[in-house]
């Protein structure tokens, strides 16, 4: 009485499938019946877990009063992502929809800064990297940087290999949320000085 429907029926198919198959081929369509749902099922999970504007969400760095006001002075010129869960090829396409959109939304305010935070992701797949990759050129010609935060090892070095991140310096990288919102801050407070 664990099981729920779909899980029996599968287990059904896999029994008529050794009655009339045998249990090579049972086992085989078991496997690729689970793997379908297992896929159905994780890619119903959001990916994204919120996105939110740079004018609401800060560094902890205590800036003076004139600082603080002009950031908050331009809305929309820096979006943070935070993403969650394992990314692969079911969950990817919607990062980079979002990421449209917010280019798309954000053209008379002047984004700046794209932040993806990856604390919360467990992993990602080699074929979530076509999804970076279409980023990658949906900023080409704009005057956006991406800043990566908090990635783990093992996707750092997927985007270093697949999407080419480090020769690329629209693309930054840090290790802790923080010290991205800080760098992005800075560049923004910059701009006000030239």
């Not at 449209?100 to 305010?109: K, R, S």
């Not at 990288?173 to 800075?186: A, N, T």
């Amino acid at each position: 009485f664990r099981l729920t429907l779909l899980e029996y029926l599968i287990v059904g198919l896999i029994v008529v499938s050794m009655a009339m198959l045998g249990v090579l081929p049972a086992v085989g369509i078991g496997m690729l019946l689970s793997a379908l749902v297992f896929v159905f099922n994780y890619a119903r999970i959001q990916v994204i877990k919120y996105v939110i504007e740079g004018t609401t969400y800060r560094s902890t760095v205590d800036r003076p009063a004139m600082d603080q006001r002009l950031l908050s002075k331009r809305p929309g010129w820096m979006q943070i992502m935070v993403l969650q869960g394992y990314i692969f090829f079911g969950t990817a396409g919607e990062i980079s929809e979002t990421v449209q959109n917010i280019l798309h939304e954000n053209e008379d305010q002047r984004l700046r800064f794209l932040l993806l935070d990856f604390r919360q992701v467990t992993g990602m797949d080699a074929s979530a990297m076509v999804e970076f990759q279409k980023i990658r050129k949906m900023i080409q010609d704009e005057d956006v940087s991406i800043v990566l935060t908090t990635m783990p090892t093992s996707i750092l070095q997927l985007m270093e290999r697949d999407v080419k991140v480090q020769e690329d310096e629209r693309w930054q990288i840090f290790d802790q949320l923080d010290d991205g919102l800080q760098w992005c801050e800075d560049q923004q407070l910059a701009s006000f000085n030239d």
